[in-house]
C-alpha cells in the first residue's frame, strides 16, 4: 500500500479477496458512519436556539458558545476533566503496562486469580467503588478530598482495563525475538526498549486511548472522591432539574474540534520528524562513510 | 536471557522504592500547602445547584469584597448529605432542600444561625423566615432560596378534558404518553397523593399497598423515566408525550424549543415540592466568609436576574419589584413567585421513614 | 520435556521480590484502593440500614436474602445477562471485520488516523450522544423522517426508541470502540502470511480462517468479551435515558437502592452480581489463561 501497488496485484489470492476486500471497505466505511452520527446531530443542536438542546432545530446561532466562553465554572470544569483524564490516564497505563509482564511471564501460580481481581473493578458498579473510596480516604487514611484523590479513584477503574489489553498481547509474544537480540549482545533493558515495547505498543495506546474514554465521562466515582471542584462531567449530570443547555453542546463540539487538532498537529509533526531524521540520518551516514 | 526486570539487584530495587516513597511524600505535602494557601485568598467551597448562582454575579462579589468561591456540583439530597458526611469541614456551604436541612442538622453537619442579623434578609418575604421545619432554638437552618412545586404538563391537542387531578395519569387513554421523572421514590409519592394519603415519605405498609396499586396502573402509561428536565422537555416537543410531570417552567420550555402550547396545573389533591436554602457548614475551614457572603450574594437584583435567567419562584420579595420594574411581572405571576405560601400546601421532599420500603416498590413494579 | 536453548537463556530465578517487582504499583493501587476498602462495602452489605438511614452495625443476611426471595431482582439479572449477551455477540460481530480490514488492508499510519476516529466521538460527554439518538430514533426523528422519505413507511414509528431494541442499539454503539480496540490490537500482531501459506497447501479460506486466524486471537477475542460484557452488568444511564418505562436494566434497580441513601441493599446487590461473575470467569478458567505458554516458536 506504501509503496502504491495494491498487494492484491502480487500475492496469489483466491477469488474471494477482491469482493471481500470492497465489501470489508463498505461496513468500515458503514461503522464509521454509524458512530459518527449522533456526533452529527450533538453538534448539530450546538447551533440552535432553543435552550432545550434537540428538534426542531432552529437556527442556527452562536449565542450558546458566548455563553459558554463567559461561564467560568464550566470552563474550569472542562481544564480540571482534561487535567484529571491525562494524569489518571498516564500512571494508569503506567502501572497497568509494568504489571502486565509478571502477570503474563513469572509463572505465579495464582495469575489467574490475579486476573480475575482485577476484572472486579469493572464489575462492581461505580457507584459502590465512590462510596468505598470516600469512607476510605475519609475515615481510614483521613486525607482531604483533592485532585489526587480523583486521579487514584479513576486509577483503580481504568487500570484493569489496561493490565487485561497488555497481557493478552503478551500472551503468545514470541520470546524467541528476545533471545535473538540477547544473542546479538543486547542487554535485557535494551532489548526491552527496542524490540519488546514496540511490538506491543498497538496494546499499551490501545490501554491508554480506553482509560481516557473512560475517565472523561466518568460521574459517579468522581462526585464522591473530589474535592472542592468541578469537572465536566459532574457540571453535566446535575443539571437534573431544568436541563443541560446547548453550552453543554458546545463545550463538546469545541474540544472535539480541538482533539482533532491537537492528533493532527502531532501526526503531522510526527511525520516531520521522521523524514527529518530520514535526511540527516543520511547525511551523517555520507559523512562517515565519505 | 532475562526478562528486562529480572535483573533488578536487591539494592537497586530498595533504591528506587525509597526515590519513590520520598516522591509520594513531597506531592503530599505539596498538596497539603496548596490547600493552606486558600485561606488567605479569601475562597471557599460550595457544594450547590448550577442554578444558585451565575458567574456576573461571583465575579462583581469577588471584585467588592474579594470573596471567591470553589463551586462542587450537587446532584441530588441523598449524595450530598452522604459526601458532606465524611468531607465535614472541606465544604463550607451546601446547599439542600426542604426536609435535608433539618436532616443534616440533626446529624450536626451544619449549624444553625441568626437569620435577622443578615441585613439582606429583610428583603426576604417574612414567610421564608419564619418556616418551622427550618426553626430551632438555635437558630435558623438555612438561607432560604427558590422553590417550585411539581405541575403536571400536558398538551391540549391529545388531552381532553382539562385535567385537574392525579388520576388524568392512570387514564389508559394515554398509554405510552407519559414522561415522569426517574426519581423512584418521588414517583410513588406521586401515586400516594393521588390516593389521598397524608405523608407519602412516611407511609405505612398499608399506604404503600395503595400507592403500589396505582403505581401499578401507572406502569403501562410511561413512556420513558427522564433522566433531566432535557428529556421531558424534548419529549413534549416531539409530541411522543402528551402529559408529563415537571418542576415550574415546562411550558416556556417546550414553547421556546419550538413545541406547542402546553398547559401546566397542579393536582387538586395536592402535590409534592420542594424549596432550598443554603446551609453553613459546621466546622467549614472558611467558615468566617459566608456570612458576608450572602449578604452579597442574596442582594435583590441578583436575585431578580437569577430569576430571569432559570425561571422558578424565589423567596427574595425585593427582587420581585424588580421584576415587575423590568415587565417580568406575567411570568413571575405564572410562576407563582409572589405566592410563597403555596409551599405550606405542597408536601416538602426529604427523607422519610418508607423511602426504603417506597424504593422496593418502585423495584417491584418495574423490575423484569 | 525442557528445549535445553530455552533452559540456557533462563536465568537462576532470584528472590520473587525482583522477579515479580512490576507488578507492585498495580498490586497497591488494587490492595489499597480497591480490595480495602471495599471490605467495609461488605460489611455494610452485611448491615442494614435504619429509619434515619444511617448505616446500623447490626450483622444480617436479609439484604442478600432479599435479592433472591423478590423474583424482580432474578429477573431482572437474567433480562441484563442476555442483553450484555446479545451486545457482545454484536460488538463481536461487527467489531471483527472492522478491524480486520483495518489491520489488512489499510496503511500503518491510516490504520492509526482510524482508530482514533473511532474513539475521539467517545471523548465527548455520554448524555448529549444519549440525547442524540433520542432525536434520531424518535417519533419525529431522523430515522422515520428518513424512512418516511424513502417511502418505506406511511406514519413515523414508535418502535425504534423507548424499548429494548435501542437500549441494545444504544449499549453496541457504546462499546463498540473497546471492542474493536481489542481485537484490532489482537489481529495486529498476527502474521497474515500464515492464510496465504495455508491456502497454498490447499486450505480454503474460511478453514484458514478458523483454524489458524481464529485461535490466535483468541486472547483478544476474551479481552474484547470482558471489556463489553462486564461493564455492560453496571449499566444504568442507557436504559433510563433510551429504554422506557420496562427498560431497567439490574443496575438501575441497584441504583434506586443508591439514591435512596440505602447503601446496604445497594452493596450486597451488587456483590451477588459480582459473585455470578467471578463464578463464570472461574468455571471458565481453561479459556482464560494467562500465563505464558513457552513453547511457541
New interface residues.
Given amino acids: 500500500?506504501?509503496d502504491g501497488i495494491d498487494p492484491l496485484e502480487l500475492?496469489?489470492?483466491?477469488r474471494?479477496a477482491r469482493p471481500l476486500?470492497a465489501l470489508?471497505?463498505g461496513?468500515?466505511g458503514v461503522?464509521?458512519g454509524?458512530?459518527?452520527?449522533?456526533?452529527?446531530?450533538?453538534v448539530l443542536?450546538s447551533f440552535g436556539e432553543s435552550r432545550t438542546?434537540?428538534?426542531?432545530f432552529r437556527g442556527p446561532t452562536l449565542h450558546w458558545y458566548q455563553e459558554m466562553l463567559s461561564n467560568g465554572v464550566l470552563m474550569e470544569a472542562v481544564w480540571t476533566s482534561i487535567q484529571l483524564a491525562a494524569v489518571a490516564t498516564t500512571l494508569s497505563t503506567?502501572?497497568?503496562t509494568?504489571?502486565a509482564?509478571?502477570?503474563?511471564?513469572?509463572?505465579?501460580r495464582s495469575?489467574?486469580a490475579a486476573?480475575?481481581?482485577?476484572?472486579?473493578?469493572?464489575?462492581?458498579?461505580?457507584?459502590?467503588?465512590g462510596?468505598?473510596?470516600l469512607?476510605?480516604f475519609r475515615r481510614?487514611l483521613g486525607v482531604d478530598l483533592s485532585f489526587w484523590t480523583v486521579v487514584?479513584?479513576h486509577?483503580?477503574f481504568t487500570?484493569p482495563?489496561v493490565?487485561?489489553?497488555v497481557?493478552?498481547?503478551?500472551?503468545?509474544?514470541?520470546?524467541?525475538l528476545e533471545?535473538a537480540a540477547?544473542d546479538l549482545g543486547a542487554s535485557p533493558a535494551r532489548a526491552m526498549r527496542h524490540v519488546v515495547l514496540p511490538?506491543i505498543a498497538?496494546?499499551i495506546v490501545?490501554g491508554a486511548?480506553?482509560s481516557?474514554?473512560l475517565s472523561?465521562?466518568e460521574f459517579v466515582i468522581t462526585f464522591f472522591t473530589v474535592g472542592p471542584q468541578s469537572t465536566?462531567?459532574t457540571y453535566?449530570?446535575t443539571q437534573i432539574k431544568f436541563g443541560?443547555t446547548p453550552e453543554?453542546?458546545a463545550v463538546?463540539t469545541v474540544?472535539?474540534l480541538g482533539?482533532?487538532l491537537l492528533?493532527g498537529l502531532a501526526?503531522a509533526a510526527a511525520?516531520q520528524a521522521r523524514r527529518l531524521s530520514r535526511i540527516f540520518g543520511r547525511r551523517r551516514a555520507r559523512e562517515r562513510i565519505g | 536471557?532475562?526478562d528486562w526486570?529480572?535483573d533488578?539487584?536487591?539494592r537497586r530495587?530498595l533504591q528506587v522504592s525509597a526515590v519513590a516513597g520520598a516522591a509520594v511524600a513531597l506531592g503530599g505535602v505539596a498538596a497539603a500547602c496548596t490547600t493552606g494557601a486558600s485561606k488567605k485568598t479569601g475562597t471557599f467551597n460550595w457544594m450547590t445547584w448550577s442554578d444558585h448562582y451565575y458567574d456576573t454575579q461571583l465575579d462583581e462579589i469577588k471584585k467588592a469584597a474579594d470573596i471567591g468561591t470553589n463551586i462542587s456540583e450537587l446532584a441530588?439530597n441523598?449524595?450530598g448529605?452522604?459526601k458532606l458526611k465524611e468531607v465535614t469541614g472541606q465544604l463550607d456551604m451546601l446547599s439542600g432542600d426542604a426536609l435535608w436541612v433539618p436532616?443534616n442538622f440533626d446529624e450536626g453537619l451544619v449549624e444553625a444561625f441568626d437569620i435577622n442579623s443578615l441585613a439582606v434578609s429583610k428583603q426576604l418575604y417574612s414567610i421564608a423566615r419564619e418556616f418551622e421545619i427550618w426553626t430551632k432554638p438555635a437558630g435558623y437552618l438555612g438561607y432560604p432560596f427558590g422553590w417550585s412545586p411539581i405541575q403536571i404538563a400536558y398538551n391540549p391537542k391529545f388531552v381532553s378534558p382539562a385535567p385537574d387531578s392525579w388520576e388524568v395519569l392512570l387514564d389508559p387513554k394515554y398509554k405510552?404518553r407519559i414522561v415522569v421523572e426517574?426519581?423512584?421514590?418521588e414517583v410513588v409519592a406521586y401515586m400516594a397523593k393521588l390516593a389521598g394519603i397524608k405523608d407519602p415519605y412516611n407511609m405505612t405498609d398499608a399506604e404503600l399497598a395503595q400507592a403500589k396499586e396505582a403505581l401499578l396502573r401507572l406502569?403501562?402509561n410511561?413512556?420513558?423515566?427522564a433522566?433531566?428536565n432535557?428529556?421531558t422537555v424534548?419529549a413534549l416537543v416531539?409530541?411522543?408525550a402528551w402529559l408529563a410531570t415537571s418542576n415550574l417552567g415546562a411550558e416556556d420550555r417546550v414553547k421556546d424549543a419550538g413545541g406547542s402550547d402546553v398547559v401546566t396545573f397542579i393536582p387538586k389533591e395536592g402535590t409534592i415540592g420542594w424549596m432550598d436554602a443554603e446551609m453553613i457548614v459546621k466546622g467549614g475551614k472558611n467558615h468566617d466568609l459566608i456570612m458576608p457572603f450572602l449578604e452579597l450574594a442574596e442582594q435583590k437584583e441578583y436575585i431578580a436576574e437569577n430569576f430571569i435567567k432559570y425561571g422558578r419562584p424565589l423567596f427574595n420579595e425585593g427582587a420581585y419589584k424588580i421584576l415587575v420594574d423590568k415587565g417580568e411581572q406575567e411570568r413571575a405571576d405564572r410562576y407563582l413567585y409572589n405566592k410563597p405560601e403555596t409551599v405550606l400546601t405542597m408536601t416538602l421532599k426529604g427523607?422519610g421513614?418508607s423511602?426504603?420500603a417506597?424504593?422496593?416498590v418502585?423495584?417491584?413494579v418495574?423490575?423484569? | 520435556m525442557v528445549d535445553p536453548i530455552q533452559a540456557s537463556?533462563q536465568?537462576r530465578?532470584?528472590?520473587n521480590?525482583?522477579?515479580?517487582?512490576?507488578?507492585l504499583?498495580?498490586?497497591v493501587?488494587?490492595l489499597v484502593?480497591?480490595?480495602?476498602?471495599?471490605t467495609?462495602?461488605v460489611a455494610f452489605s452485611l448491615w442494614r440500614?435504619n429509619?434515619?438511614?444511617d448505616v446500623v452495625p447490626d450483622w444480617t443476611l436479609d439484604n442478600y436474602i432479599y435479592f433472591f426471595s423478590?423474583g424482580?431482582?432474578v429477573?431482572?439479572f437474567?433480562?441484563t445477562l442476555i442483553m450484555a449477551a446479545a451486545v457482545t455477540a454484536a460488538g463481536i460481530a461487527?467489531a471483527l471485520?472492522?478491524a480486520?480490514?483495518?489491520v489488512?488492508?489499510?496503511?500503518?499510519?491510516w490504520q492509526?488516523?482510524?482508530?482514533?476516529?473511532?474513539?475521539?466521538?467517545?471523548?465527548?460527554?455520554?448524555?448529549?450522544?444519549a440525547?442524540?439518538?433520542?432525536?434520531?430514533l424518535?417519533?419525529?426523528?431522523?430515522l422515520n423522517q428518513f424512512l418516511m422519505g424513502i417511502g418505506l413507511i406511511d406514519e413515523p414509528s414508535?418502535l425504534f426508541v423507548?424499548n429494548d431494541l435501542s437500549v441494545w442499539l444504544v449499549l453496541l454503539?457504546v462499546y463498540?470502540?473497546?471492542a474493536a480496540?481489542?481485537l484490532?490490537?489482537?489481529l495486529?500482531?498476527f502474521d497474515f502470511n500464515q492464510l496465504?501459506a495455508a491456502?497454498?497447501l490447499g486450505a480454503r479460506?474460511d478453514q484458514a480462517f478458523r483454524r489458524i486466524l481464529l485461535p490466535?486471537i483468541r486472547?483478544?477475542v476474551?479481552?474484547a468479551c470482558?471489556?463489553v460484557f462486564?461493564?455492560i452488568?453496571?449499566e444504568?444511564?442507557t436504559p433510563?435515558?433510551?429504554?422506557?418505562?420496562?427498560?431497567?436494566l439490574i443496575?438501575n434497580?441497584?441504583?434506586?437502592?443508591?439514591?435512596?441513601?440505602?447503601?446496604t441493599?445497594?452493596?450486597a446487590f451488587?456483590f451477588v452480581?459480582?459473585g455470578f461473575?467471578?463464578v463464570v470467569?472461574?468455571i471458565f478458567?481453561r479459556y482464560?489463561?494467562?500465563?505464558?505458554?513457552?513453547a511457541?516458536?
Fill in positions: 500500500m506504501a500475492m496469489p489470492v483466491s474471494m476486500r470489508l471497505r461496513w468500515a461503522v464509521l454509524f458512530l459518527y452520527l449522533p456526533i452529527a446531530f450533538m443542536f438542546p434537540g428538534l426542531p503506567l502501572i497497568g509494568m504489571a509482564f509478571p502477570l503474563v511471564r513469572s509463572g505465579f495469575a489467574g486476573r480475575i481481581v482485577f476484572t472486579l473493578p469493572i464489575m462492581l458498579p461505580g457507584a459502590l467503588i462510596i468505598a473510596l469512607i476510605f481510614a487514584m479513584g486509577i483503580v487500570m482495563f493490565v487485561l489489553i497481557s493478552a498481547r503478551l500472551q503468545g509474544f514470541d520470546r524467541n533471545w540477547a511490538l498497538p496494546a490501545a486511548l480506553i481516557v474514554t472523561i465521562d465536566l462531567p453535566i449530570y443541560v453543554v453542546n463538546a474540544l472535539l482533539t482533532v492528533l501526526w511525520g | 536471557m532475562n526486570y529480572r533488578v539487584s536487591r530495587f441530588d441523598a449524595e448529605f452522604a436532616k405510552g426517574n426519581q423512584p421514590v406502569k403501562p410511561i413512556l420513558k423515566f433522566q433531566q432535557t428529556d424534548a416531539s409530541e411522543e427523607p421513614v423511602t426504603d417506597a424504593i422496593r418502585f423495584n417491584e418495574f423490575g423484569a | 537463556h536465568p530465578a532470584r528472590s521480590l525482583t522477579r515479580g517487582w512490576p507488578f504499583p498495580a498490586g493501587v488494587l484502593l480497591f480490595l480495602l476498602p471495599m467495609v462495602m440500614t429509619s434515619d438511614l423478590e424482580t431482582y429477573r431482572t437474567l433480562k461487527t471485520p472492522f480486520y480490514f483495518l489488512r488492508y489499510v496503511g500503518q499510519r492509526r488516523i482510524v482508530l482514533l476516529a473511532v474513539i475521539v466521538p467517545f471523548w465527548t460527554s455520554y448524555l448529549l450522544r440525547y442524540a439518538w433520542q432525536a434520531i424518535g417519533e419525529k426523528g431522523a414508535r423507548y454503539y463498540f470502540p473497546f480496540l481489542a484490532y490490537t489482537a495486529e500482531k496465504n491456502q497454498d479460506p490466535q486472547p483478544g476474551i479481552t470482558i471489556f462486564v461493564p452488568l453496571g444504568f444511564l433510563t435515558l433510551v429504554g422506557g418505562a420496562q427498560g431497567a443496575a434497580l441497584i441504583i434506586n437502592f443508591f439514591r435512596g441513601l440505602q447503601y441493599t445497594m452493596a451488587s452480581i459480582a461473575v467471578i470467569l472461574v478458567r482464560l489463561r494467562v500465563e505464558d505458554v513457552v511457541r516458536g
